[in-house]
């Protein structure tokens, strides 16, 4: 049989160089993009090989299935850096903080007070991405555009450490005045980072100013459908 993921380590090198060439297009350096792996659903034999490879960071969706499968794997590799990318139930919030070290996922004043709590509880405060709900679609998680100063406000008084603003583009339609949009957001509320862009439009984010974009299927291969 052969291993199914013998090829990982060749799909990093070739998202590397096009993260490489969409960078230089843009005037960028490659060093100013950030690669989160997403290994939702993702067993751990398969992530070993992007870990040996020299991939320090990585994404999952959910809590419960971070704190399963991660933490031999970050004993054996002691830089990863983790991220949760999925949306965050409040009464999760403190098993998120005690795992992760960036979350992109960060959507309402609930879910920043409870984080608040867990940073001072644990002593412990991740990077912090506020998601904007950059379309109108509710069902997607986010915060609604106009209320984005009130969070940010909000996440600061709570004692979270905001670095940027995330965004899920809608499925079907061009993703970059929705990239655009977000960098726009970012830079009015003076935020450096901007969380944008999956595998199927990297490259157009990087172009339009991402700092850390989230891959999964074009480094591990499309994913079973989970229900
Ligand atoms: C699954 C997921 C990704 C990765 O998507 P791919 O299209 O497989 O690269 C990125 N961001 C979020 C929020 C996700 O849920």
Redesign the pocket.
Known sequence: MVAPHADSSRRLEEIRTRIAQAAKRAGRSADSVRLVG?S?TVQADAIHPLLAAGLASF?E?RVQEALGKWPPLCAAYPGTSLHL??QLQSNKAEDAVGVFDTI??VDRLSLVQALGKAVARLGRAPDCFLQARIADEPQKGGCAIAELPALLDAGRHYGLHIVGLMC?PPVGRNPAPYFALLADLARRLDLPRLSMG???DFETAIELGATDI??????FGT?EQVV
């Not at 989230?214 to 480094?219: K, P, Y």
């Open positions: 997403v939702k994404g969706n990318v999925g992109h996922s899920v999956m595998t199927a989230r891959i999964g299927t074009a480094l994913r």
